[in-house]
């Protein structure tokens, strides 16, 4: 999974409104419009993460990140081929346990696979 680097590149993601979320956690996806899984058989996803400074000081704030990096790469599977994810943690993902963690993002994951299937 790669990674979104550009400010324009979140901004594009959380303008759209489109989410899916847990207790701890809120994700954001975009869905280009212009690709078809059936005609391309490359997978392009990218990861965005968003920690703010009320989850905690730096050392929470890159631990939560590191957990999130973890539990994206093992569940992206779950997400369509062409699409950009941001992951925003809440301030209680800082005490959240790593378990429920992996099952917040399996759900929203999930759900945000659902969604664009229906769509």
Do not use: W
Request: glycine share 4%; proline share 3%.
């Amino acid at each position: 999974m790669e990674r979104l680097q550009s400010h324009r590149d979140f901004v594009t993601v959380l303008k759209r409104r489109r989410k899916a979320g847990g207790k701890d956690i809120v994700v954001h996806y975009l869905v280009p419009d212009d690709h078809h899984d059936d005609d391309d058989r490359t997978v392009h996803r990218r990861l965005g993460l968003a920690v703010s400074k009320s989850v905690g000081h730096a050392v929470t704030r890159n631990t939560v990140k590191r957990r999130f990096r973890v539990l994206a790469r093992a569940h992206e599977d779950l997400l369509p081929a062409h699409c950009d994810i941001v992951l925003r943690a809440k301030p209680s993902a800082a005490t959240a346990s790593f378990a429920s963690l992996d099952q917040q993002i399996a759900k929203a994951f999930a759900t945000v696979a659902h969604k664009v299937a229906e769509a």
